[in-house]
């Protein structure tokens, strides 16, 4: 039977005598890769395969960065090593488990193992059946998912991601994190001016949270002076939860609020990955999307907000510094999150008067990347917003980077701008009849 026969006999299925068969997918192996999981919370999982392409791209999913927390161990023998591992030892939050064998041997197979887990385990079985009653019949053992092989590491990671991040009740902020190629070249002021042009156009809740502690803008930028923020939140990570987010959070207009840097060098600040990670994850669990504006800095935590970010925005003078640092973070990239899409380029600053420049078509070419948004220097409109504490738009809403902005917004956002498009003149004419 081919997958769509399957899935349509599989649909007509469940509208029929299934009626709990919302509580275990069924994956056809051909859909396309979707990379679009969430992370996963602090579990262990042991995957027990049978084939080296199954086993393959669980250890690509092992490597990603929504697993990052997760424990994953990957064995070969299948249920067999399984069912001799599990005699013996505890079970972990999830097995996956790949199966050659035919319905009835599997669901034996299935039986021997159960006796060795845990209440709490959830199954995700990789099989290499189309068999819709196989399907019920993990089901009525109390599978979470079953896949058929060929399977990639975008649909394990998708289908673990599934069991364990609820949307109705986990929502998932996305972080878009903000670098700059070199200290200076305005990354800051792309990341403001970006997250706020996203919360007015989706009209979406976004917080920018300020990791440059002692010398961060954001409160000059959105024009607050606020007496608390991020700092207070990393010193005790521990403490953070929603209400006191609520407290440190500064709102500077209907979707936008700022986690905003202490900015005072009496104090040193020694960020650690696993607190900065932690106040990220608070407030990723309460806003839709979180703009992190990173100094230009290498330490071991801006090295893990910058891998484990959804999205990655680099913004670069053109000039050859920039660029053999630009190289250096894309590079890294490219090597670590190999299931992500490619991270943004902001050519900032372009056109400076008497600057030599490197040309936009050389500085993508070196990178192999197209720039997301090439901005130009105009520092009447930046120098004044900068000093107003506004947004480009408001300084100067003709100005000719709030198109770009727009844009890199959307794009970071996955929404493509509508353009409201005026009736042609047949049109016109058909609307006078
Ligand atoms: N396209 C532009 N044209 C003119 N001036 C700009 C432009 N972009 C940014 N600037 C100005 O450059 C200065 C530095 O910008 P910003 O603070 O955003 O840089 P940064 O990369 O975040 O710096 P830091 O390394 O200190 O974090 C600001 O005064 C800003 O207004
Ligand atoms: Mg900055």
Redesign the pocket.
């Known amino acids: 039977m081919s997958n769509t026969a399957l899935s349509s006999t599989l649909a007509s299925a469940l509208a029929g005598d299934i009626e709990d068969a919302a509580d275990m997918a069924f994956t056809d192996a051909t859909s396309p890769v979707q990379a679009n999981a969430r992370p996963v919370p602090r579990i262990s999982i042991q995957a027990f395969c049978e084939t080296a392409d199954v086993a393959g791209a669980a250890q690509v999913a092992a490597d990603d960065r929504r697993l990052a927390k997760a424990h994953v161990a990957i064995n070969m023998g299948g249920c067999d090593a399984a069912g001799h591992h599990f005699a013996s030892n505890p079970t972990p939050n999830l097995i996956i488990l790949e199966s050659l064998a035919k319905r009835a041997e599997l669901l034996a197979e299935l039986d021997r193992l159960a006796e060795h887990c845990d209440a709490g385990t959830k199954v995700i079985i990789v099989g290499h059946l189309n068999d819709v009653t196989l399907y019920r019949d993990l089901l009525k053992r109390g599978v979470s998912e079953y896949l058929v092989a060929p399977v990639t590491a975008g649909q394990l990671m998708e289908s673990i991601s599934n069991l364990y991040n609820n949307p109705e009740t986990d929502p998932v902020g996305h972080v878009h994190a903000y670098i700059?190629a070199k200290?200076?070249?305005?990354?800051?002021?792309i990341c403001h001016n970006a997250a706020w042009m996203m919360s007015e156009a989706l009209k979406s809740n976004v917080v920018v949270a300020d990791m440059?502690l002692a010398?961060g803008?954001t409160g000059l930028d959105f024009n607050q002076d606020p007496m608390q923020g991020i700092g207070d939140a990393l010193a005790t990570p521990e403490r953070l939860d929603e209400v006191l987010l609520d407290r440190l959070l500064t709102k500077c207009s209907e979707h936008l609020s700022i986690f905003a840097a202490p900015v005072t060098l009496e104090r040193s600040y020694d960020i650690t990955p696993e607190s900065c990670e932690s106040v990220l994850d608070v407030v990723r669990q309460n806003v839709p999307f979180v703009a992190i504006d990173l100094?230009?800095t290498w330490m071991a935590w801006t090295k893990t907000v910058l891998l484990r970010a959804d999205e990655v925005i680099i913004?670069a003078a053109p000039d050859l510094a920039n660029l053999r640092n630009a190289k250096n973070i894309v590079d890294l990239l490219r090597q670590t999150r190999r299931n992500d899409s490619l991270p943004h380029l902001v050519l900032?600053?372009v056109g400076m008067p008497k600057r030599p420049e490197i040309a936009v078509k050389e500085f993508e070419a070196a990178l192999d990347l197209k720039a997301a948004a090439v901005?130009?220097?105009?520092?009447e409109t930046?120098?004044q917003?900068?000093n107003n504490g506004q947004m480009i738009v408001e300084t100067n809403a003709k100005a000719k980077?709030v198109p770009a902005l727009r844009q890199l917004a959307l794009a970071l956002a996955h929404r493509e701008e509508r353009i409201e498009k005026k009736p042609g003149l047949l049109e016109r004419l058909k609307l006078k009849r």
């Open positions: 700059g200290g200076g070249c305005g990354s800051s002021t440059d010398f803008t100094p230009h913004t900032n600053t901005i130009e220097f105009d520092i930046f120098g917003a900068a980077s």
